[in-house]
Every structure is written in C-alpha cells, then in structure tokens.
C-alpha cells in the first residue's frame, strides 16, 4: 500500500509540476517574438522600410505606400484618382496633407491625432525594447483566435493607450492587435488581423493585413505588392513643407 501511495503522489507532483514548468513570463513571450520575426540582430539592421501596395475598403480602392527610417521617422500616403493624401511624423512634428477634402497645404496635427504615427514610427516595434521606451507589459494568458492558440501580450504605451497582441503559441508571430486610444476624450478601439508573413532582410512582415473598429465587420483590407529595406530614402520626406503664407509671410509684397 506504501509504494502504490508513493506511485500516485509522484504522479500527482508530475502534473502538478507540468504547468508550472509550462509557464512563460510576459518577457520570454516577447523574446520569443522579437526571435520569430528575425531575432534582435537582424531586426536592428534594418535602417529603413518602404512598404508599397493596395488599400481595399468596400468598393473604395487606393495605391498604398508607407517610408520609415530610423530613429523615429514615418510617411504615409493613400493614392485615388491621382490625388494623395499624406500623413507624416519626422520624430517631433506631425503634419498632413489631404486633398480630398480641397485641402492642398500642409497641416499640423494635434497631439491626438499623430498618435498612431508616432508608434508606427518606431521601425523595430513597440514591444523591442518596451520598458526603456516607458511601456508596461502584462501577460493575459491565451485566448484563441480563428482556432488559433494565441498569448495575449498586453501593453500600455507611455502615452497611456493600449495594445493587445495575439501571438500564435506555436509560432510567436503575431496575428492580431487590439488597440484602445483615447483620440479627444474619446475611446477609440480597433482591430487588425495580419497574415501571409514573409522575408525581407532577414525580417518576417506581414504581406497582408485588415483593420477596422471594433465589432465593424467592414475592414480596411491593405494587400502588400513590394517591401524595400535599407534603401537610401530622403529625410526631406518626412519634413512638413513650408506652406505659401510662411513661404511669403509679407503676401507676396516687394
């Protein structure tokens, strides 16, 4: 009776133990993502990426293209009709031009409104070097996304907005984000699913991409043609042009 006693306490530690061992803190998650897309190394060498390819939005179509460079450098540009909308960040000023709306001059963006290209600005990603950039992590456990197993990687930006990731439990690559920012005392939330991941540098990036507000099953649908890394591109780029009237503040007096 003594040995079958031992037998099934040894059995139970096992499978007490077998969780336990299983278990991941919130940084080996996010070193195990950081090595899925390529490791620190080569994701590093990246100096800058220009990302080509096509916006899908119900029966909306657009050419889409997107520069960054580093240290915290980001353009974007939706193309229709031969008309461009840009939105920039050179690392301080944030700046637009949107001609859709018969706005052909440049503007500066509040606070709230360059957020976004504030993180997309950073070229290794939020979650590379989180907490020097001031951010928090938090693991959430698993959750499962289209049948996927997922860790849920929660992070909280300095600036106090929320990032969700889904990363496959298998491969660590992420799959999808939840975001919630605070736009105006307002809470904004959106979803974005990523797939058709591929090599560039050495660096895996998502070829295709779909985001929307969360519970809006109309997506913004983005199908990547071409990524280009370490090309010379023009800082010029991401600098706000001088508008007419700061260009000839005395209007045009001789």
Known sequence: MRR????????????????VAAAQTV?????????????????????????LGKLNAGSFRAAFQQENSRPDSVRKEVTIQGLTQIRAYDG???????????????QLLS???????????????PLVDYKQKGHTAELLGHDSVEGTDC????????????????????????IKLKTQTMVR??????ETLYGDYDQVNGVYFPFAWESGEKGDSNRVKIVVEKIEANTPIDDKLYTMPATKAAANPAGGAQ
């Not at 031992?6 to 499978?15: E, G, K, S």
């Open 27 to 51: 940084d080996e998650v996010i070193a195990k993502n950081i090595e899925a897309r390529g490791g620190m190394e080569k994701i590093r060498a990246l100096k800058t990426i220009r990302t």
């Open 185 to 190: 005392g307002t809470l904004e939330e959106r």
């Open 92 to 106: 301080k000023t944030g700046w637009q031009v949107s001609p859709f709306g018969g706005r052909k001059d440049p």
């Open 111 to 125: 606070a709230d409104d360059m957020k976004d290209l504030v993180v997309d600005a950073d070229v290794d990603g």
């Open 151 to 174: 860790f849920k990687v929660k992070l909280t930006l300095k600036n106090g907005d929320v990032r969700i990731y889904y990363l496959d439990a298998d491969s660590f690559m992420q």
């Open 4 to 19: 079958i006693f031992l037998m099934v306490a040894a059995v139970a530690a096992v499978a007490f133990m077998a969780p």
